[in-house]
Structures are given as structure tokens and as C-alpha cells.
């Protein structure tokens, strides 16, 4: 079996000051959690490496990058992140890090916390626990409210779907599809207004679903 290719640097064991940014999208701009806000804030700390991962905040397990950084990490090292969030969403989670990293002599510095090396003690752990639980609430009702959205939108906004956000508005296309129906060709309409025929023979399938099923009712 091949082995896994590393997402760390060659030489990764001889940096002292790991910094670690993670964002839920690219687009994530809010509450100075940019990665332009992280990366700044953790080169003002001291890092001499820093390493980013973008991922969905559907799974909170899902961080391939900080699962490897925990693991590789050696003794005399620091992990450095800019708030306790993105150390963790999970209470459970954020303390197996937090104790497996201290036992094999890796500090932790969490720059809106503090920092936390073989000195962690009850009174540190119970603080920690708080922190990282407000961060796993805070997140589930992002996420919540998030879903909350959708739903809205799925029952009340007809030209909603799931996914990306289509690219042309349904007024230009209403029109693209209203010049079709009079008589200009697929091809011509394609053309004319730089819009897929695949696109639209789909989007006129669509209307003439909704038109059969108000016909229905």
C-alpha cells in the first residue's frame, strides 16, 4: 500500500511556532476569521510556519491538516491559533487534542485564551471546557440557523435550489425563454445571450413542470 502524502512541510519537525488557520469557506469574512485576519494576526505572534485549511462546517471531524499537525507534532513546539474555535468546535474533541499535544510536550498558545503547556492544571481544564463548549454551541447555532434558512427558502422561494447559486438571474432567462417560445431556435437564443443550450432546455423543461402542475391545481 502507497503511503499517504503528507499534507505538512518536508521538514516540518524543525519549526518551533506552528501557526494553524482554518475558515469554513473561502468567502468567510465575519468576526476577524478571514484567513487574511488569521494570518496576520499569527505572524504578529511569532510564526515561523503557518498552515491554513478551508473546510465545510458540516463535519466537525472533517480537518485532515490539524489531524496530521496534532499527530506530527514533536516535543518542544508550539501550535498557535488565533481563537479557541478554531482549535475546536467540540468540548470532547478540543480536550483529547488539548491533553495528547501537552503529553508529548507540544504547547499550545490559543492567542484569545492563553497559553497552556505542562502547567495545565484542573483550574485551566475547567476553563477550557467552558470556552470550547460555548464554541460547540455557538457553532450548532450557526449551523441550525443556516438550515433554518434553506427550509425557508425551499418552501417559499421557488426559484430556490440547493448548490451553487445559478449564474443568470430568472428574469433574463424568463426572457431568453419567452423569445423561444415565440420562435427563435436554441441555438440563436444560445448565442444571442451567452447562455448554455443545455441550460436552456433545462430551465424550459422547468417552466413547463410548473405550468403543468398549476394547470393541475
Known sequence: MAKKKSLLPSNFENYNRIGYIRVSTQ??????NSLEDQRSQLKRAGCDLIVEEVHTAKDKSERPIFNELVQQSVEGQTIITTKIDRFSHSMIDGMKHMEFLLSKGVTVEIL???????????????????????AEYEHDQIVERCQRGRDYKRANDPDYREGAKRKHSPDRINKVLDEIEKGMTYKDASFLYSISERTLYRRMRERRDNAYVVEQK
Open 27 to 32: 468567502n468567510q469574512k465575519i468576526n476577524g
Open 112 to 134: 484569545n485564551f492563553g497559553k497552556l503547556d505542562e502547567n495545565f492544571n484542573s483550574s485551566n481544564k475547567l476553563m477550557f471546557k467552558i470556552f470550547t463548549a460555548f
